[in-house]
């Protein structure tokens, strides 16, 4: 399986599960319960904790430069705790913080936001860079959402929503040529 080495960290016996053709830069660690669908980029310096509770990353996601992603602990006041649930198509800009939240399918989450436990974010949603979604909060599908607290601001147009699953691919095809210029056949 194509990857750069990236630091790969079990925590009380669980490893990291890996999709196929995955990008891990050497960068950046994950560590414990973390599942990393297909085709899946984890750009520099991002750190990925599944370590008290679950992190799902769905195929085409990519984790952009410095973004950090947490989950919350099982405990009596939530027994259930917080995973952290990424779809696929997923754009996840850089210096992002995401910490127990559920983000749907062709999504993109602008550089520097912070999506906050419980929150959940449902499909073909855009928010803007430098947003704060609270925790506990519902993003609608088809909208665009900014500021702190992220705010519905419109309807996302046509083409909106079409560069969402743009974006996606064109870091699915950013990785394979990362991968292939460090000696790695992304077709594996």
Known sequence: MPQLSGSLRAYQGEMPQLGQRVMIDPSSVVIGRVN??????????????GDVNIVTIGARTNIQDGSVLHVTHQSV????GN???????VTIGHKVMLHGCAIGHRVLV????????????????MIGAGSLVSPGKRLESGYL????????????TDEEIGRLTYSADNYVRWKNEYLTENGLDPSR
Do not use: F
């Open 36 to 49: 990393l669908g297909d085709d899946v980029s984890i750009w520099p310096l991002v750190a990925i904790r």
């Open 77 to 80: 006041h939530n027994p259930a």
């Open 83 to 89: 995973p952290l649930i990424i779809g696929e198509d």
């Open 110 to 125: 602008g550089m520097g936001s912070i999506l906050l436990d419980g929150a959940l974010v449902e499909d073909e949603v």
């Open 145 to 156: 959402y900014l500021g702190s607290p992220a705010r519905k601001i419109r309807h996302l």
